[in-house]
């Protein structure tokens, strides 16, 4: 267990960005509490769930940021992006014009990560000295790395996994935007794909833990 490794545990934040309507607040949702809202509005509230997945033994759990709608103003801030080191790009199948816009999106972190090199790091948080109040430095992981203000192991120079994400796959008879085209952008932008459906839950599990073991692999 994590006790027996010394408390290792790691947390990893994630964004989902993308247009409005395209299913992301319904795809956090599905994953971190398996419950889909076919009215829902623009998020009110909550800023991000966290959903713990195991691997190699290991806790790890994922810091998912949702946007509270004001995508629809394209007025995302970098604060949303600060500290995140994965990021899921979704479009709506059944919509081009979302499809049309992912370029912007990936653009957009192309220059909040390029503004903020040196503070995108990756976090690793021990379990027991959390649970103590403590912030002391303990021999963890064998990596390079540094103690931030708030107590946690910062690592600057980790790349950022990246999966475009097309949504509402269930709606193949209105389809709008072909596999092949999901899949032709996402290699030549040299992004994970996959295509979701927050509704009957058609690979959301996956798409998230795809960026998450992707993270992990990058980190340890
Ligand atoms: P957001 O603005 O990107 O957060 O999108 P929402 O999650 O609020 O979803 C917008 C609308 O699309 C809502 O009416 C949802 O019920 C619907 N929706 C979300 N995901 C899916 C999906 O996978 N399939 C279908 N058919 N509708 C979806
Ligand atoms: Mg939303």
């Not at 992301?24 to 398996?34: D, E, I």
């Not at 816009?101 to 390029?114: A, C, F, H, M």
């Not at 103690?147 to 193949?172: I, P, Q």
Request: charged residues 25%; aromatic residues 10%.
């Amino acid at each position: 267990s994590s006790d027996e490794e010394g408390g290792e545990e790691y947390l990893f934040k994630i964004v989902i960005i993308g247009d409005s309507a395209v299913g992301k607040s319904n795809l956090l949702t599905r994953y971190a509490r398996n419950e889909f809202n076919l009215h829902s509005k623009a998020t009110i509230g909550v800023e991000f769930q966290t959903q713990s997945m195991e691997i190699d033994g290991k806790e790890v759990k994922a810091q998912i940021w949702d946007t509270a709608g004001q995508e629809r103003f394209r007025a995302v801030t970098s604060a949303y992006y600060r500290g995140s080191v994965g990021a899921l790009i979704v479009y709506d199948i059944s919509r081009r014009t979302t499809f049309d816009s992912v370029g912007r999106w990936l653009d957009e972190l192309k220059k909040v990560y390029s503004s903020v090199k040196g503070l995108v790091f990756w976090l690793v948080v021990v379990r027991s000295e959390v649970a103590m109040g403590a912030c002391q430095p303990s021999p963890v992981v064998n990596l390079k790395r540094e103690l931030t203000m708030d107590g946690y192991f910062a690592h600057s120079d980790t790349t950022v996994a990246r999966m475009l994400v097309g949504n509402k796959c269930d709606l193949e008879n209105i389809r709008d935007v072909s596999v092949e085209e999901g899949k032709s952008l996402a290699e030549a932008e040299g992004l994970f794909f996959m295509e979701t459906s927050a509704l009957d839950s058609t690979n959301v599990k996956k798409a998230f833990e795809i960026v998450i073991r992707e993270i992990y692999n990058n980190v340890s």
